[in-house]
């Protein structure tokens, strides 16, 4: 079950259940069956038949002084390819309006944790490192893959009261 808030413009209407229970069908054809329950004040439960249909979700990502011999649509879907599968650039991407940031639309694998830096070859045979944003991706817990929190903060890692002592702090007091 996946609980979820949609995030709207101030110009835009409400979702209905309905609305979104076609969206989501339009987008990503192949999911099996599932139902959308509104919960109130813009929340929604989200109830699918299997995990499966969990694992993959569209994030927009920009990739801030990124130099613009990188900005064709081809180059940035090669980029992107290491995050994830490209769907699409962001349209003032691809006519270049905006100079600060290229941004594209990634289905990414939410079991695997998501670069936040890729290594980009040149044609002549050097490379550099780019930094990979991602706009409103929650934070993915690397133990148990839940959407939300951090392994830092999971409730599923076995945390031992007794802390391991280190090389060094064994040998101490040994005389």
Known sequence: MLIGRVQLGLKDKPYSASDLSHKPSLLWGSLRAWKVIPVGKGYFTFSFSTDEDLSTIWVWVRFWD???????????????????????????TRERRVGL?????????LSVVPPHELVVKRKCGSSFVQTVDYEKLSDICAHCGNVG??????KYVHRSSDPVPMDNETEKGRG
Request: aromatic share 10%; hydrophobic share 50%; charged share 20%.
């Open 149 to 154: 929190h951090l392994v830092t903060a999971c």
């Open 66 to 92: 990124l130099g613009l011999e990188f900005w064709e649509p081809r180059t940035l879907f090669e980029i992107a390819n290491g995050i994830g599968v490209p769907v699409k650039v962001d349209a003032n």
């Open 101 to 109: 940031f290229a941004r594209i639309l990634v289905d990414i694998d």
